[in-house]
Nanobody
Framework: QVHLVESGGGLVQPGGSLRLSCQVS????????MGWYRQAPGQQRELVAS???????DFADSLKDRFSISRDTDKNTVALQMNKLIPEDTAVYFC??????????????????WGQGTQVTVSF
């Protein structure tokens, strides 16, 4: 069983910053990557940023100049630093962990796990 616990959402004024954190836990956790997605009302969930255990990052093109992602592989945490926030960044942000499913040294494929989401609202 894999658990993801997010923190750091809230209300911020345009131009402000927020930092989201996510703790991933599980027995014999074999992570491929961790990341953040977001979903605005009436919209599909979209990638914000992800980072592999080797440190390779992937960003939504429109966000890479304002957002950054980091991870601590020892603690299985991932953080999203969001700067110069705009109202269009308002959404529920979900932490994601892509995990290798291995049992008794047999690889069964990869699986995505999700946090419950944390609300980010950018408004005056």
């Amino acid at each position: 069983q894999v658990h993801l616990v997010e923190s750091g959402g809230g209300l911020v004024q345009p131009g402000g910053s927020l930092r989201l954190s996510c703790q991933v836990s599980g027995r014999r956790l074999a992570l491929n990557s961790m990341g953040w997605y977001r979903q605005a009302p009436g919209q599909q969930r979209e990638l914000v940023a992800s980072i592999t255990v080797d440190g390779i990052t992937d960003f939504a093109d429109s966000l890479k100049d304002r957002f950054s992602i980091s991870r601590d592989t020892d603690k299985n945490t991932v953080a999203l630093q969001m700067n110069k926030l705009i109202p269009e960044d308002t959404a529920v942000y979900f932490c994601n962990a892509n995990v290798r499913m291995i049992d008794r040294d047999i690889y069964y494929g990869d699986r995505d796990y999700w946090g419950q989401g944390t609300q980010v609202t950018v408004s005056f």
